[in-house]
């Protein structure tokens, strides 16, 4: 049962650095979404992709790109990495249902420091 | 505004009492869905229990029901005869939007500590 997979586990970059975040989900979910979080805060949206082919800012997108590359796999870039990216990153999943109780399912999250 | 308050920055609770987790939520979306996850030492994230706007009934998975108050906006977390394991970071979280386009917005969560 592997879920949601995300690599690599840990990573330090230095500033102006770029990098791509993997995440790949194997439960043919059509919704996955990319957080960050950070010391005393919650998980904050990145970008969420509700589908194939779609992507969509969240609360916190500036500094990062996405691509939802089959319905598998989104992966997170940051283009030239600042210290403020420092955080954890977590790739979730889900399937769609405004009504139901299906919950976001996530990977085992992303250690970024940026030196 | 925020639209998911946790007031408990940290509980401290004895072992086997029971313990409840404040979540207050700000919304105008009659159609949501509210949620509690677990976050271990070891980072990952956890579901826990889910409650749907229309719900009649409160939730309740094992240990853990959702005390649920929709006029006061309050979905609080009851967890039964607490265990060590129980020792961990507890968000809530909000679901709102159409379907195919939700979001979940989280709060910045309650670390609960459960002391022997």
């Known amino acids: 049962n592997a879920g949601v997979t995300q690599t690599p586990k840990f990573q330090v970059l230095k500033t102006g650095q770029s990098m791509t975040l993997q995440c790949a989900q194997d439960?043919?979910?059509?919704?996955m979404y990319w957080y960050r979080q950070d010391p005393g805060m919650g998980l904050r949206l990145i970008y969420y992709?509700?589908?194939?082919?779609?992507?969509d800012k969240g609360e916190v997108p500036n500094g990062y790109n996405v691509s939802r590359l089959n319905k598998r796999e989104f992966s997170l870039r940051l283009e030239s990495a600042a210290p403020s990216q420092t955080s954890v990153y977590f790739c979730?999943?889900?399937?769609?249902?405004?009504?139901?109780?299906?919950?976001?399912?996530f990977g085992d999250g992303t250690r970024l420091s940026i030196l | 505004a925020q639209k998911i308050t946790q007031t408990q920055p940290g509980m401290f609770v004895q072992e086997k009492e029971a313990v409840t987790l404040d979540c207050t939520y700000d919304?105008?979306?009659?159609?949501?869905?509210l949620f509690w996850y677990k976050q271990p030492s070891s980072g990952e994230m956890i579901f826990l229990i889910y409650?749907?706007?229309?719900?009649?009934q409160n939730a309740t998975e094992g240990r853990y029901s959702l005390n649920f108050q929709k006029a006061r906006k309050s979905a609080n977390l009851v967890i039964s005869a607490s265990q060590l394991g129980d020792s961990a970071m507890y968000f809530c979280?909000?679901?709102?939007?159409?379907?195919?386009?939700?979001?979940?917005?989280f709060g910045t969560g309650t670390r609960l500590t459960i002391i022997p």
């Open positions: 919304t105008s979306d009659p159609s949501y869905g």
């Open positions: 979280a909000m679901r709102e939007g159409e379907t195919g386009n939700e979001k979940l917005t």
């Open positions: 439960m043919n979910h059509n919704s």
């Open positions: 979730a999943s889900s399937e769609p249902g405004q009504y139901s109780g299906q919950p976001q399912h």
């Open positions: 992709s509700a589908s194939e082919g779609t992507t």
């Open positions: 409650q749907g706007s229309y719900d009649q």
